[in-house]
Each structure stands twice: as structure tokens, then as C-alpha cells.
């Protein structure tokens, strides 16, 4: 089993920025994948970006050159910084992790995008 805490969440002003954090139970070199979904009011959980299992990094194109993932494996701590915010950045950000063929959820955390 491994648990996942997200933090970091917030409102920002459009064009600020945000780190979000996902501290893991367990060490995350052992994980498949990870990586950060997120979910607006009314709308279906999407991708964010996540590490694959082979190491390389994969953003969804709404966040491509905004947003940027990396990982402190000695803190087994996955962080996402968000730059050049934008209202429709709006949403709960989960942070998700993979192994062997299971998937493990954290609770998310809110961001707020608005003047």
C-alpha cells in the first residue's frame, strides 16, 4: 500500500505561481509511475504530467512550458511547480502513483486561479 499527501494548494492571481508537493509512504523508486491529474468542477479527473516507468517526463499540452514536475527520491517527494497560472488551471490536483498494477489516489488539493 502506499499513501499520498498533496500540499501546496492555494489561490494565486493569474500569472503566479505554485508548488505543489506529494510526499509518498514509501520510497518512490519503487513506483512504476507517478505523477499529477487533476479535476475542475463538472469535469472528468485529466492528466497533468507524470514520470513513466522508464523515467521520462510527459506533460499534457495545456501545461507544456507552465508547468514542470521533478521528484526528491531521498525524500521520496514528488513536486509540481506551476508558473504562468491561468483561470482554467482551476481544479483539485491529485497526485497518483503505480505499481504493479495497482494505482493509489491522494486526497488532492485545491487550486484557485482567479483576480
Known amino acids: 500500500q502506499v499513501q499520498l499527501v498533496e500540499s501546496g494548494g492555494g489561490s494565486v492571481q493569474p500569472g503566479g505561481s505554485l508548488r505543489l508537493s506529494c510526499a509518498a509512504s514509501?520510497?518512490?523508486?519503487?513506483?512504476?509511475?507517478m505523477g499529477w491529474y487533476r479535476q475542475a468542477p463538472g469535469k472528468e479527473r485529466e492528466f497533468v504530467a507524470s514520470?513513466?516507468?522508464?523515467?521520462?517526463?510527459n506533460y499534457a499540452d495545456s501545461v507544456k512550458g507552465r508547468f514542470t514536475v521533478s521528484r526528491d527520491n531521498a525524500k521520496n517527494t514528488m513536486y509540481l511547480q506551476m508558473n504562468s497560472l491561468k483561470p482554467e488551471d482551476t481544479a483539485v490536483y491529485y497526485c497518483?502513483?503505480?505499481?504493479?498494477?495497482?494505482?493509489?489516489w491522494g486526497q488532492g488539493t485545491q487550486v484557485t486561479v482567479s483576480s
Open positions: 514520470f513513466t516507468p522508464i523515467g521520462s517526463i
Open positions: 497518483h502513483a503505480y505499481r504493479l498494477g495497482l494505482h493509489f
Open positions: 514509501g520510497s518512490i523508486v519503487s513506483l512504476n509511475a
